[in-house]
T-cell receptor
Framework: ETGVTQSPTHLIKTRGQQVTLRCSSQSGHNTVSWYQQALGQGPQFIFQYYREEENGRGNFPPRFSGLQFPNYSSELNVNALELDDSALYLC??????????????FGPGTRLTVL | GENVEQHPSTLSVQEGDSAVIKCTYSDSASNYFPWYKQELGKRPQLIIDIRSNVGEKKDQRIAVTLNKTAKHFSLHITETQPEDSAVYFCAAPFQGGSEKLVFGKGTKLTVNP
């Protein structure tokens, strides 16, 4: 198992509500990427955080936002939840150093259900 | 645009046979190609990756090959075992300095005892 943890494991919300998901990166890693995985699909990139700033974003609306903290942990916030937001939300941590791409290790995910 | 195509979507083999999964990518600047294995209800697990400066990499029963000219890479699993049954995803990075990975749609591999 990787050292990446996520909380909560499961969450049920209703349309229009807001949700915050949390991720603790693996020791020694400085970058967190967030992905959305719908049932039967591959993970889709939401955004990445490096040095506490957003570093790249996928095709997701502004109601998806995030933060990275000085200890490299991260939050994903989703406002005005829609039914289609129901998915597994995965974070992946990696070490970015001198521009070298490094392996991304996934956390166990948060299963979000929007009713 | 950014695209990773993966084939086949499902693959069924007998225990002991080999399995091959193929992916193509669109961004010629991509230089890192990981493969992930995801068992039901679990996180994607990195099983092997390859960088663009090599053509092949092996780790016990699994190997990955890369053809940069044709922009495709493949996962090879030899002597398959029932515990290899899972969904396998290939991925490639896009968007320059970001570590954004674009994933294929996955291959559901079933190894029959």
């Amino acid at each position: 198992e990787t050292g990446v943890t996520q909380s909560p494991t499961h969450l049920i919300k209703t349309r229009g509500q807001q949700v915050t998901l949390r991720c603790s990166s693996q020791s020694g890693h400085n970058t967190v990427s967030w992905y959305q995985q719908a049932l039967g699909q591959g993970p889709q990139f939401i955004f990445q955080y490096y040095r506490e700033e957003e570093n790249g974003r996928g095709n997701f609306p502004p109601r998806f936002s995030g933060l990275q903290f000085p200890n490299y942990s991260s939050e994903l916030n989703v406002n005005a939840l829609e039914l289609d937001d129901s998915a597994l939300y995965l974070c992946a941590s990696s070490l970015v150093a001198s521009g070298l791409r490094n392996e991304q290790f996934f956390g166990p995910g948060t299963r979000l259900t929007v009713l | 645009g950014e695209n990773v195509e993966q084939h086949p979507s499902t693959l069924s083999v007998q225990e002991g046979d080999s399995a091959v999964i193929k992916c193509t990518y669109s961004d010629s600047a991509s230089n890192y190609f990981p493969w992930y294995k995801q068992e039901l209800g679990k996180r994607p697990q990195l099983i092997i990756d390859i960088r663009s400066n090599v053509g092949e990499k092996k780790d016990q029963r699994i190997a990955v090959t890369l053809n940069k000219t044709a922009k495709h890479f493949s996962l090879h699993i030899t002597e398959t075992q029932p515990e290899d049954s899972a969904v396998y995803f290939c991925a490639a990075p896009f968007q320059g300095g970001s570590e954004k990975l674009v994933f294929g749609k996955g291959t559901k591999l079933t190894v029959n005892p």
